[in-house]
Protein backbone atom coordinates (compact mmCIF):
# COMPACT_ATOMS: atom_id res chain seq x y z
CA UNK A 1 0.00 0.00 0.00
CA UNK A 2 1.33 3.32 -0.87
CA UNK A 3 1.29 5.75 1.54
CA UNK A 4 -0.65 9.17 0.70
CA UNK A 5 2.59 11.34 2.02
CA UNK A 6 6.42 10.58 3.25
CA UNK A 7 6.87 9.04 6.53
CA UNK A 8 9.61 11.90 6.81
CA UNK A 9 8.21 14.85 8.55
CA UNK A 10 9.78 17.97 8.34
CA UNK A 11 11.26 19.20 11.44
CA UNK A 12 11.58 22.64 13.13
CA UNK A 13 13.84 24.46 15.05
CA UNK A 14 14.51 25.19 19.03
CA UNK A 15 13.34 28.33 20.21
CA UNK A 16 15.40 31.30 19.84
CA UNK A 17 15.03 32.61 23.92
CA UNK A 18 16.47 33.34 27.37
CA UNK A 19 14.69 32.09 30.50
CA UNK A 20 13.68 35.79 31.47
CA UNK A 21 11.70 36.22 28.07
CA UNK A 22 8.70 38.32 28.19
CA UNK A 23 6.96 38.34 25.07
CA UNK A 24 6.98 35.05 22.41
CA UNK A 25 6.03 35.22 18.67
CA UNK A 26 5.35 32.02 17.15
CA UNK A 27 5.10 30.95 13.52
CA UNK A 28 4.12 28.06 12.40
CA UNK A 29 6.85 26.35 10.76
CA UNK A 30 10.29 26.95 8.90
CA UNK A 31 9.74 27.52 5.05
CA UNK A 32 11.94 25.69 2.87
CA UNK A 33 14.99 28.83 2.87
CA UNK A 34 14.37 28.74 6.39
CA UNK A 35 14.98 24.84 6.83
CA UNK A 36 17.76 25.09 4.21
CA UNK A 37 19.81 27.33 6.37
CA UNK A 38 18.58 26.40 9.57
CA UNK A 39 17.45 30.20 10.78
CA UNK A 40 14.14 31.37 11.26
CA UNK A 41 12.64 33.84 8.88
CA UNK A 42 15.39 32.90 6.24
CA UNK A 43 13.65 33.58 3.01
CA UNK A 44 15.37 37.11 1.73
CA UNK A 45 11.62 38.96 1.25
CA UNK A 46 10.29 37.74 4.77
CA UNK A 47 9.62 41.34 6.69
CA UNK A 48 9.93 39.16 10.16
CA UNK A 49 13.70 40.74 10.31
CA UNK A 50 13.33 43.74 8.69
CA UNK A 51 10.13 44.71 10.65
CA UNK A 52 12.51 43.58 14.24
CA UNK A 53 15.55 45.85 13.37
CA UNK A 54 13.32 48.55 12.65
CA UNK A 55 11.53 48.52 15.87
CA UNK A 56 14.18 47.01 18.59
CA UNK A 57 17.06 49.50 16.72
CA UNK A 58 18.78 46.39 16.23
CA UNK A 59 22.33 47.38 14.56
CA UNK A 60 23.77 44.18 13.81
CA UNK A 61 24.29 42.54 10.50
CA UNK A 62 24.11 38.82 10.72
CA UNK A 63 21.69 36.48 11.75
CA UNK A 64 23.31 35.44 14.56
CA UNK A 65 23.19 39.14 16.09
CA UNK A 66 20.16 40.26 15.31
CA UNK A 67 18.39 37.64 17.20
CA UNK A 68 21.17 37.79 20.15
CA UNK A 69 19.48 41.64 20.24
CA UNK A 70 15.82 40.36 20.02
CA UNK A 71 16.11 38.26 22.61
CA UNK A 72 18.46 40.87 24.43
CA UNK A 73 14.73 42.65 24.22
CA UNK A 74 12.87 39.50 25.95
CA UNK A 75 11.57 38.77 23.17
CA UNK A 76 11.51 34.64 22.08
CA UNK A 77 11.01 33.24 18.83
CA UNK A 78 9.85 29.74 17.94
CA UNK A 79 6.95 28.40 15.67
CA UNK A 80 3.85 26.21 16.77
CA UNK A 81 4.59 23.10 15.52
CA UNK A 82 7.66 20.77 15.80
CA UNK A 83 7.58 18.51 13.41
CA UNK A 84 4.39 17.85 10.02
CA UNK A 85 4.44 17.21 6.40
CA UNK A 86 4.12 20.23 4.09
CA UNK A 87 4.48 20.03 0.65
CA UNK A 88 6.16 23.33 -0.42
CA UNK A 89 7.04 26.50 1.78
CA UNK A 90 3.00 27.63 2.02
CA UNK A 91 1.29 27.19 5.51
CA UNK A 92 -1.61 26.27 3.15
CA UNK A 93 0.16 22.89 2.11
CA UNK A 94 0.82 22.20 5.64
CA UNK A 95 -0.92 18.62 5.90
CA UNK A 96 -2.78 18.82 9.34
CA UNK A 97 -3.36 15.07 9.66
CA UNK A 98 0.68 15.11 10.36
CA UNK A 99 1.29 17.91 12.73
CA UNK A 100 2.74 18.14 15.94
CA UNK A 101 2.75 20.85 18.36
CA UNK A 102 6.02 21.79 20.37
CA UNK A 103 6.08 21.06 24.27
CA UNK A 104 4.96 24.20 25.37
CA UNK A 105 3.84 23.28 28.95
CA UNK A 106 7.91 22.60 28.78
CA UNK A 107 8.56 26.15 27.13
CA UNK A 108 6.07 28.26 29.66
CA UNK A 109 7.79 26.45 32.85
CA UNK A 110 11.33 27.42 31.61
CA UNK A 111 10.11 30.77 30.55
CA UNK A 112 8.06 32.12 33.39
CA UNK A 113 8.01 35.88 32.54
CA UNK A 114 6.42 35.13 29.34
CA UNK A 115 2.47 36.82 29.38
CA UNK A 116 2.11 37.53 25.60
CA UNK A 117 2.29 35.50 22.81
CA UNK A 118 2.09 37.02 19.34
CA UNK A 119 1.66 35.06 16.17
CA UNK A 120 3.25 35.51 13.06
CA UNK A 121 -0.03 34.68 10.83
CA UNK A 122 -3.42 33.20 10.72
CA UNK A 123 -2.03 29.69 10.59
CA UNK A 124 0.43 29.97 13.81
CA UNK A 125 -2.97 31.18 15.66
CA UNK A 126 -4.89 28.95 14.45
CA UNK A 127 -2.73 25.76 15.03
CA UNK A 128 -2.23 27.04 18.65
CA UNK A 129 -5.67 27.74 19.65
CA UNK A 130 -6.58 24.72 18.28
CA UNK A 131 -3.64 22.21 19.32
CA UNK A 132 -1.46 23.55 21.92
CA UNK A 133 -3.85 26.14 24.48
CA UNK A 134 -6.47 22.83 25.40
CA UNK A 135 -3.81 21.66 26.47
CA UNK A 136 -2.36 24.73 28.83
CA UNK A 137 -2.70 24.41 32.66
CA UNK A 138 -2.38 26.67 34.93
CA UNK A 139 -0.85 30.43 34.60
CA UNK A 140 0.15 29.63 31.09
CA UNK A 141 -3.22 29.06 29.70
CA UNK A 142 -3.90 32.56 30.32
CA UNK A 143 -1.37 34.57 28.64
CA UNK A 144 -1.88 37.67 26.05
CA UNK A 145 -2.73 35.99 22.63
CA UNK A 146 -2.75 38.59 19.65
CA UNK A 147 -2.27 37.45 15.82
CA UNK A 148 -0.36 40.05 13.72
CA UNK A 149 -0.30 40.09 9.97
CA UNK A 150 2.15 37.36 8.19
CA UNK A 151 5.56 38.81 7.30
CA UNK A 152 5.54 36.11 4.15
CA UNK A 153 6.53 37.09 1.28
CA UNK A 154 3.33 35.19 0.19
CA UNK A 155 1.47 37.94 2.10
CA UNK A 156 1.91 40.70 -0.33
CA UNK A 157 -1.89 42.54 0.70
CA UNK A 158 -0.10 44.60 3.18
CA UNK A 159 2.94 46.85 2.63
CA UNK A 160 6.53 46.21 4.53
CA UNK A 161 5.15 49.88 6.55
CA UNK A 162 1.85 49.05 7.08
CA UNK A 163 2.63 45.18 8.56
CA UNK A 164 5.74 47.25 10.82
CA UNK A 165 2.66 49.37 12.23
CA UNK A 166 0.63 46.51 13.28
CA UNK A 167 3.88 44.82 14.81
CA UNK A 168 4.94 47.97 16.45
CA UNK A 169 2.51 46.91 19.38
CA UNK A 170 5.35 43.67 20.51
CA UNK A 171 7.00 46.89 21.89
CA UNK A 172 6.59 47.17 25.86
Not at 11 to 17: K, L, M, N, T, V
Not at 111 to 129: C, D, Q, S
Request: charged share 20%; glycine share 6%; with cysteine.
Amino acid sequence: MVEPYPVTYIQGFPPISRNDARTLILGSMPGRESLRLQRYYAHPRNSFWPIMVALFNIDGQGYEERAEQVINKGVAIWDVLQACFRSGSLDSAIDNRTIVPNDFEKFFSGHPHVNRVFFNGAKAETMYLKHVLPELKGQAATHTLQRLPSTSPAHASMSLQQKSEAWSMILE
